[in-house]
């Protein structure tokens, strides 16, 4: 069945850079476009990031743009969220979902467990 | 930025009940709007996609509706498994915003 399990999570202070993992299994992920997804502590969801199936395009909230760089590999079924410059904001529990498709502009219809990130000194 | 409004942000009701969630969206966004559903700890479920397509396996009390700017989640016969936070999202482009959610307790 299709899972996707996210890592990398923990405690990091502000200003410091951290990378998320996504692995996938149950489906060929080369053939979907794939999204991150975070929700703070008691709050609702915000879209992060979104990834063409092959990597050609990505888009990013505004507010973690110039910050995050989400990326893939095809060849190894995984997904990365890398994060530099992080804020106390950026706590959340992150989680990758898989696109309906190939293109990104779609819903995300098989998520991961999530990923806690947590910014603080 | 195209922003998405939920409404009510909470409520109320009592098993059986049909429950009616609103979504507008700031600007059009034809019929990319999809409808999760989060329950309490868990992770978000995907129920409606393309404003009114029923996800495969989700109950058919849950319905959707709507085109351009306003949209609805429709809960017909309440149950006590539907206790959770209902969130919209658009998807015609980027960024794929969320709306603020909607807490349906019983």
């Known amino acids: 069945q299709v899972q996707l399990v996210e890592s990398g999570g923990g405690v990091v202070q502000p200003g410091r850079s951290l990378r998320l993992s996504c692995t996938v299994s149950?489906?060929?992920?080369?053939?979907?476009?794939i999204h991150w997804v975070r929700q703070a502590p008691g709050k609702g969801l915000e879209w992060v990031a979104v990834i063409w199936y092959d990597g050609t395009n990505k888009f990013y909230a505004d507010s973690v743009l110039g910050r995050f760089t989400i990326s893939r590999d095809n060849s190894n079924n995984t997904l990365y969220l890398q994060m530099d410059s992080l804020r106390v904001e950026d706590t959340a529990v992150y989680y990758c979902?898989?696109?309906?498709?190939?293109?990104?502009?779609?819903?995300?219809?098989?998520w991961g467990q999530g990923t806690l990130l947590i910014v603080s000194s | 930025d195209t922003q998405l409004t939920q409404s009510p942000s909470s409520l109320s009701a009592s098993v059986g009940d049909t429950v009616t969630i609103t979504c507008r969206a700031s600007q059009g966004v034809d019929n990319y709007l999809a409808w999760y559903q989060q329950k309490p700890g868990r992770v978000p479920r995907l129920l409606i996609y393309a404003a009114s397509a029923l996800q495969s396996g989700v109950p058919s009390r849950f319905s959707g509706r709507g085109f351009g700017t306003e949209f609805t989640l429709t809960i017909s016969g309440l149950q006590p498994e539907d206790v959770a936070t209902y969130y919209c999202?658009?998807?015609?482009?980027?960024?794929?915003?969320f709306g603020g959610g909607t807490k349906v307790e019983i």
């Open positions: 979902a898989r696109a309906g498709g190939w293109s990104g502009y779609d819903f995300g219809d098989h």
């Open positions: 999202q658009k998807y015609k482009r980027a960024p794929l915003t």
């Open positions: 149950g489906f060929t992920f080369s053939n979907y476009a």
